[in-house]
């Protein structure tokens, strides 16, 4: 049964690191384009970043440029999403989804295919 399964998350504190994994089961994620997106509750879903098929070309939401990069090992079937300097606006559960088409919109209703989500919490 096809699955995207995220892990890494957990609480740090402002300024630290975290690197989440967006690991695919039951299928090739060597076709898909891949989108990071987090979720706060009582706000809509956002893109935070993506990453095409190849890896060749990605786009980062403005509030984590800089600060996040995102990368993909598709001898592994996984996604990365390496976060640092976090802030305690960074809070959210975050997602993986993929795409057969990249976008450099990065928006949900582009990605069909969703992982449960991992929490991350930036406090001290």
């Known amino acids: 049964q096809p699955q995207l399964v995220e892990s890494g998350g957990g609480l740090v504190q402002p300024g630290g690191s975290l690197r989440l994994s967006c690991a695919a089961s039951?299928?090739?994620?060597?076709?898909?384009?891949v989108g990071w997106f987090r979720q706060v509750p009582g706000k809509e879903r956002e893109g935070v970043s993506c990453?095409?098929?190849?890896?060749?070309?990605?786009n980062y939401a403005d509030s984590v440029k800089g600060r996040f990069t995102v990368s993909r090992d598709n001898a592994k079937n996984t996604v990365y999403l390496q976060m640092d300097g976090l802030k305690p606006e960074d809070t959210a559960v975050y997602y993986c989804?993929?795409?057969?088409?990249?976008?450099?919109?990065?928006?949900?209703?582009?990605?069909?295919?969703w992982g449960q989500g991992t929490q991350v919490t930036v406090s001290s």
């Open positions: 989804a993929d795409s057969l088409w990249y976008h450099d919109t990065c928006r949900p209703e582009e990605y069909g295919f």
């Open positions: 039951g299928f090739t994620l060597d076709y898909y384009a």
């Open positions: 990453i095409s098929s190849s890896g060749a070309t990605t």
